[in-house]
């Protein structure tokens, strides 16, 4: 069974950056693609960023591009989400999932298959 646990979260003010880190184990674990989703109070699940495993295609939310760089330590499996110029709408709960196929569209929830517990960003204004 695959286990992701993410790591890295916190508190940190307007303007400021984060690195969130999720750890991949399991006897067979080769994903096709891996991503970072968030929830905010009282909102739904929202795409933020994936990438492809083999390739490194990314894809990412327009609210986090240009400020948000996810990458990928494969011989780690360990995913990682760079946030920097933090806003307070960034204020959420950000999982990290991975899909076991390889998957046309990165954006949905649906299409993967695992997914972590989740860490709390909490940007400040």
């Known amino acids: 069974q695959v286990q992701l646990v993410e790591s890295g979260g916190g508190v940190v003010q307007a303007g400021g950056s984060l690195r969130l880190s999720c750890a991949a184990s399991?006897?067979?674990?080769?994903?096709?693609?891996m991503g970072w989703f968030r929830q905010a109070p009282g909102k739904g699940r929202e795409f933020v960023a994936a990438?492809?495993?083999?390739?490194?295609?990314?894809s990412y939310v327009d609210s986090a591009k240009g400020r948000f760089t996810i990458s990928r330590d494969n011989a780690k499996n360990t995913l990682y989400l760079q946030m920097n110029s933090l806003k307070p709408e960034d204020t959420a709960v950000y999982s990290c999932?991975?899909?076991?196929?390889?998957?046309?569209?990165?954006?949905?929830?649906?299409?993967?298959?695992?997914w972590g517990q989740g860490t709390q960003v909490t940007v400040s204004s």
């Open positions: 999932a991975a899909s076991r196929t390889n998957i046309a569209t990165m954006i949905g929830a649906g299409g993967y298959n695992y």
């Open positions: 399991g006897r067979t674990f080769s994903p096709y693609v």
């Open positions: 990438i492809r495993w083999i390739t490194g295609s990314t």
